[in-house]
């Protein structure tokens, strides 16, 4: 079967969200143009990794093009909103891919879906014909930066990390391994 890429030239919007509780959250990102929305889950440690490249990335595009890059999104560009609804998961994101569109002077996304063939590089960022399902956005500049930033708090928004092990601490307790299962007392600094 042919792969199905949805390609988003000048989205509405681009967006990290989730669904759930803190501990139980399934991450998705979300592109909508027109009448045309896209949601795909993914991994938190897949959005915390984009937000990061994608800083990068504009960094990079900055120094060595001279692109307008914003330090801070622009505060009309930060998207406080909840996901559009329905949320239906086109795919799971196994392969993400990101570059610089020199033409467009935008930021190429492109999110590949789980395959169980080992994706070939090649299918990245480009239009074959065989390969798995991807969505590809085109982000400017500062909608770049505005997506990251998002990003990144929708990752941070989670559970409180104990203080000693930084692991997320559970609203019904948390078994720290730095305790090593043991809980001192008011008895016990006598």
Request: charged share 30%; net charge negative.
């Amino acid at each position: 079967m042919a792969r199905v890429i949805h390609v988003f030239r000048q989205p509405d919007r681009f967006v990290a969200g989730t669904v759930g509780q803190p501990g139980d959250r399934t991450f998705y990102l979300q592109a909508s143009e027109q009448s045309r929305l896209i949601s795909v889950a993914l991994e938190k440690q897949q959005v915390a990794v984009l937000a990061e490249r994608i800083g990068s990335l504009l960094e990079e595009v900055h120094r060595r093009f001279g692109a307008d890059v914003p330090d801070e999104p622009p505060a009309d560009d930060v998207d406080v909103d909840p996901l559009d609804v329905p949320v239906e998961e086109e795919f799971r994101v196994g392969t993400m891919g990101l570059g610089w569109d020199a033409e467009s002077k935008a930021v190429v996304i492109e999110l590949l879906a789980i395959s169980e063939e080992e994706v070939d590089e090649a299918v990245v960022l480009d239009d074959t014909e065989e390969g798995p399902d991807a969505v590809r956005v085109f982000l400017s500049p500062s909608a770049a930066r505005a997506f990251a930033h998002r990003a990144d708090r929708v990752v941070n928004a989670g559970r409180k990390p104990c203080p000693l092990c930084a692991e997320p601490l559970d609203p019904d307790g948390h078994i720290c391994p730095r305790q090593n299962g043991y809980r001192r007392t008011e008895a016990d600094e006598d």
